[in-house]
T-cell receptor, first 113, second 117 residues
Framework: KQEVTQIPAALSVPEGENLVLNCSFT??????LQWFRQDPGKGLTSLLL?????REQTSGRLNASLDKSSGRSTLYIAASQPGDSATYLC????????????FGQGTILTVHP | GAGVSQSPRYKVAKRGQDVALRCDPI?????LFWYQQALGQGPEFLTY????????KSGLPSDRFFAERPEGSVSTLKIQRTQQEDSAVYLC???????????????FGSGTRLTVV
């Protein structure tokens, strides 16, 4: 059974810092990996999707990397802003599934001015 | 509508009461998922529909949970005889079918927060 772990559980940083969120998964037979953002009382917003054949994806200040063989992904946020404060969730789609996602428990990020 | 709509946003149920949670996916989205998110945890898969067919219900925690999507659009998640451990946010997500030019992306609704007292 696939298990996804995110470290740290919570992170508080001053505005402007670069930061890294970590995600690990136990079964490397994945189809893809996604990073989501969740704001309080809201649904999930997809940030980046990395296919199993890819090593990284970038969108603006966000960069996600994937090392499938070691079961790891990182989300790098450059020049953090208070508006980045949210819960960040990592999710993997299994290699043989139709699209079911297995989520980590999330990292709660607080960026203070 | 433009997004996935879930109703109600909040539901308080007395233990033992039956509840029904509704999901309106994006029009034309073939795939529909239900997830359960307990406080402080990531979402956990409950069930999956492709059109009206429920292809996977392996995540439903007990036979008190039942989901349907009779016409391949709106879906309802029903919980019978609610228990306190059912308290969670229930998220619905839809996705276009691959190969039709749609994206791989999921669109999640804002969820229904169920509190069983």
């Amino acid at each position: 059974k696939q298990e996804v772990t995110q470290i740290p559980a919570a992170l508080s940083v001053p505005e402007g810092e670069n930061l890294v969120l970590n995600c690990s998964f136990t079964d490397s037979a994945i189809y893809n990996l996604q990073w989501f953002r969740q704001d309080p009382g809201k649904g999930l917003t997809s940030l980046l999707l990395i296919q199993s054949s890819q090593r990284e994806q970038t969108s603006g200040r966000l960069n996600a990397s994937l090392d499938k063989s070691s079961g790891r992904s990182t989300l790098y946020i450059a020049a953090s802003q208070p508006g980045d404060s949210a819960t960040y969730l990592c999710a993997v789609r299994g290699g043989t599934s139709y699209g079911k996602l297995t989520f980590g428990q999330g990292t709660i990020l607080t960026v203070h001015p | 509508g433009a997004g996935v709509s879930q109703s109600p946003r909040y539901k308080v149920a007395k233990r033992g009461q039956d509840v029904a949670l509704r999901c309106d996916p994006i029009s034309g989205h073939v795939s529909l998922f239900w997830y359960q998110q307990a406080l402080g945890q990531g979402p956990e898969f409950l069930t999956y529909f492709q059109n009206e067919a429920q292809l996977d219900k392996s995540g439903l925690p007990s036979d008190r949970f039942f989901a349907e999507r009779p016409e391949g659009s709106v879906s309802t998640l029903k919980i019978q005889r609610t228990q306190q451990e059912d308290s969670a946010v229930y998220l619905c997500a839809s996705r276009p079918r691959l190969g039709t030019g749609g994206s791989y992306g999921y669109t999640f609704g804002s969820g229904t927060r169920l509190t069983v007292v």
